[in-house]
């Protein structure tokens, strides 16, 4: 058994990675599945799509590499965040789309927990600092409320990688990174809060129990392997969630290393002994995939997903190209730094804690007559980096960064973009090999270390290759300089200017939960 598959079950898709015992990538495969937004704060997907694409890659995986299954000594998994899937143990899964981790509709009933709850109180001992809508705690409350039937079947409430876990072992578990992100997770004392679950209605069986990362939960059954053509009997390690799993795969668990991650979310994370909390502004905290740490990061929710909006509804033509990002390159790099005076807001995903209100939405300012398809492009590549530096900024004024920032995640693959951010951030930007690949490292350093090939994760550095610094470019940086305020001062206008459109139309738009959509 010379190898190990990691699943990074991202937002937009599922990457299936083979790594050899040097923690070299020998192949990988990438499946695609798609996002549901039936009306204003749902955001939806189907589990069932997820364990396609498990199995879809997987089959794509081992026949590009020429690797039988047998030769898997464990797999392991990296899982988007605040997931919300009910489990019957007798029926499955009682959902066809189930709530993701940017999807806000249980506001009210965050609310009233904070009727009880000292909100601040809370914060400071989960870290939990996207909109409090976001996380399945209250996600429960709300289905409990609008999906009673659901509710009163559910005997477990499973996260994306614990789901496809249990799909693959009928094993039931989670881990300090997942958990951390349930609404009711003690950072310090990693334990669910009674008295919190008293507050909400819920039971805490609801939520399944929590074991290390790299505990060996259970193996493949032989209905798991008929499906995805991964051997039965093969050992499967309990994951991480994608934050912590990118963390480890990006820049180890050593203090104060830091990274930015360009996926279909952005965030700019830090590793620390101790949680960066900030009652202001709220950096979210994960626990870290190794014991005692912890990943504190700012962040804004539609990264990539907004440049993939781009592409969708202005690039039509080449939405379906395998290079349609590197021709939407191409296009951005015709038009000049600042796009002719187009900014563009990448908040269409709404806005996170550190943004003044969470009912911010995406816009584009400046346009003219004389505007073009070039910069429209480059004014969101351009956008999203600016947003971005708004985070760095908040989290350099809470801790150390290093003077160079390692770049993973998809949009990495953009020298375009690298250079773009090295101008707006005025640092230098390193890109290696792992490039797109840390949450699948990371989950790959899981499951070398749960059979015994690690036994640490110190190892990650050596995997690292320094394939590219992009240094900023002083004419470009200068132009960033000055266009920098004026883009945080439109923000803050599209932040209050969301609150007002929240208060004012909303009682003019149908806001009944769509249940007949979620039930199978």
């Not at 396609?52 to 392991?76: E, F, K, N, P, R």
């Not at 350093?445 to 990650?460: C, F, K, L």
Request: net charge negative; aromatic share 10%.
């Amino acid at each position: 058994m010379s190898y190990l598959i990691s699943y990074d079950l991202g937002t937009g898709g599922v990457k299936a990675s083979l790594y050899d015992r040097h923690m070299q990538t020998v192949a990988r495969s990438f499946t695609e599945y798609a996002t549901y937004y039936p009306q204003p704060n749902y955001h939806q997907q189907r589990p069932a799509d997820w364990w396609q694409g498990i199995a879809q890659s997987t089959h794509s995986l081992l026949s590009t590499a020429g690797v039988d299954a047998t030769q898997i000594a464990c797999i392991s998994l990296s899982g988007h965040s605040l997931v919300s899937v009910p489990i019957s143990r007798t029926e499955g899964a009682l959902l066809e789309q189930v709530p993701i981790w940017s999807d806000k509709r249980a506001e009210a009933e965050a609310a009233l927990f904070f009727q009880k709850v000292d909100e601040q109180q809370w914060y400071l001992r989960t870290g939990n600092g996207f909109p409090a809508a976001c996380y399945p705690l209250f996600k429960l409350m709300w289905m409990q409320k609008y999906q009673p039937d659901i509710f009163a079947r559910t005997d477990v409430m499973l996260g994306s990688k614990d789901y496809i876990n249990y799909r693959l072992t009928g094993a039931i578990y989670t881990d300090p990174s997942y958990a951390s992100g349930l609404g009711a997770y003690d950072l310090k004392q990693g334990v669910l809060v009674e008295e919190w679950l008293d507050v909400a209605g819920i039971a805490p069986h609801v939520f399944p129990p929590i074991v290390p990362s790299h505990e060996l939960i259970g193996h493949v059954t032989a209905e798991a392997a008929a499906y995805t053509g991964l051997a039965e009997g093969t050992p499967v390690a309990c994951g991480g969630v994608d934050n912590a799993c990118m963390a480890l795969g990006a820049v180890g668990s050593e203090e104060g290393r830091s990274y930015v991650s360009l996926g279909s979310s952005s965030w700019i994370p830090v590793n620390s002994s101790e949680p960066v909390l900030d009652i202001a502004t709220r950096p979210y905290v994960f626990a870290h995939i190794a014991e005692g740490m912890y990943t504190s990061a700012y962040s804004i929710f539609a990264g990539g997903s907004s440049l993939r909006w781009v592409r969708d509804q202005l690039c039509s033509e080449l939405a379906e190209q395998p290079d349609a990002y590197d021709r939407m390159n191409e296009l951005a790099a015709a038009a000049p730094p600042g796009s002719n005076g187009v900014l563009f807001d990448p908040s269409l995903a709404g806005g996170t804690s550190q943004d003044a209100s969470v009912h911010i939405q995406g816009s584009y300012i400046g346009l003219q007559l004389a505007t073009t398809r070039n910069d429209l492009i480059r004014a969101a590549m351009e956008g999203i980096a600016m947003n971005l530096k708004l985070s760095l900024d908040l989290l350099r004024q809470r801790t150390p960064i290093t003077g160079e920032l390692l770049f993973c995640g998809g949009g990495s693959r953009s020298a375009l973009w690298r250079q773009m951010f090295a101008d707006v951030f005025d640092m230098n930007i390193v890109k290696t090999n792992i490039d797109q690949d840390a949450a699948s490292l990371g989950a790959a350093a899981i499951a070398a270390r749960a059979v015994g090939w690690w036994n640490d994760y110190s190892g990650i550095a050596d995997v690292h290759i320094v394939e590219h610094t992009s240094q900023p470019e002083p004419s470009s940086r200068e132009i960033y300089q000055h266009i920098l305020p004026v883009f945080q001062h439109i923000h803050e206008q599209m932040a209050a200017l969301g609150e007002y459109m929240h208060h004012h139309t909303r009682k003019h738009q149908a806001q009944s939960p769509i249940t007949s959509r979620m039930e199978e």
